[in-house]
């Protein structure tokens, strides 16, 4: 079985239409007939029957078609993998908190579309948990998360690390300690696992009542409005700490990492790897 023939026969599957397929294949009438007949003889089953002016497929036929609709469409899609790697085109979908999209990602995207205009950028804003999931599910081709992933069949990049700092209010604070503070104000979070557990186990805090908050911005913003105490990156409160709307009430000497994450089978294409070039070469000069 040739490939041409197969197309063929594909094609006047999809039609049951000579003339149409005709059309479409740019052939004459009777190349296709010889081209369906050397097919027959070649798997030894008729594939075609005529009835008056209308075509039908055999039981054969029908079975052929089955596996030329898979061959074809396995087909495009190399020829649509071929492409990614030749230059970068298409979507990329970048998943990140807020914090990262607001700060760095909107400037990451503008430096990497002026470099490959031909790519459609979608940037979501997603906490670093559920980024993972999106990620992991191929919902998103690249993710930037607070902390490690650790996931099966997922490559990760440290691009930074942040010192934590527990913070509150500088009118919720009047010289009370960590520990006073817990127990009368909510600790606002999104997670009590992994680092940040770590951090309250140091301190030998526990808290009496929490808040979830499904990012790291509105985080802060519930700090600032006096809603509670929270533990977050110190990138984040500069400003405030700066401007003294924030009070710093400890510093841990353990850091939170930033993790580039993506499908360990995308860093050949090289939309995500070029995305992934300018996030390592830009990424150092946020903090400069």
Known sequence: MELRQLKTFHVVAECLNLTKAAEILRYS??????QIQALERDIGHTLLNRVGKRTFLTPTGKLL?????KLFQNLEELEQDLRRLEKPNG????????????????????IYLNLHPQVQMKLLCYNSKETIKL????????????????????????IDQEDLVLVAHPQMVKSRSASELFQVHPFITYDLEGVIKECLDEIQCKPTSTIECGSEEAIKRAVLS?????????????????????QILHRFPRRLLTHLIYPKDQREFSTVSSFIDVVLDVWPTFRV
């Open 135 to 158: 990620v992991e599910a191929n919902q998103a081709d690249i993710g930037i998360v607070a902390g490690k992933c650790n996931r099966p069949g997922i490559e990760e990049i440290l």
């Open 226 to 246: 006096q809603t509670g105490i929270a533990l977050i990156s110190d990138v984040m409160i500069e400003e405030e700490v700066k401007q003294g709307s924030l």
């Open 29 to 34: 009438q009777p190349t296709i007939t010889l």
């Open 91 to 110: 979507k990329l979908i970048v998943a990140a908190p807020e914090f990262y999209c607001s700060y760095y990602l909107s400037q990451l995207l503008s």
């Open 65 to 69: 078609k089955k596996h030329t609709d």
